[in-house]
């Protein structure tokens, strides 16, 4: 099986798309829980000295 790069992307959307057809009290626990699963992604991706464009 071919895996190919909007995949990510695609089950980003497949989630949102749950949360929105949540209840409100349960989409802002949902909205929470996925923007901490996020955070940590970003907090342990490899990082490289400087950001494009910055000095």
Avoid: V
Wanted: charged share 35%.
């Amino acid at each position: 099986m071919e895996h190919t790069r909007d995949e990510p992307a695609d089950a980003l959307w497949s989630r949102l798309r749950l949360i929105e057809g949540q209840p409100l009290d349960a989409r802002a626990d949902a909205y929470g829980s996925l923007h901490d699963e996020l955070m940590k992604r970003l907090e342990s991706a490899p990082r490289s000295d400087a950001a494009p464009g910055t000095r």
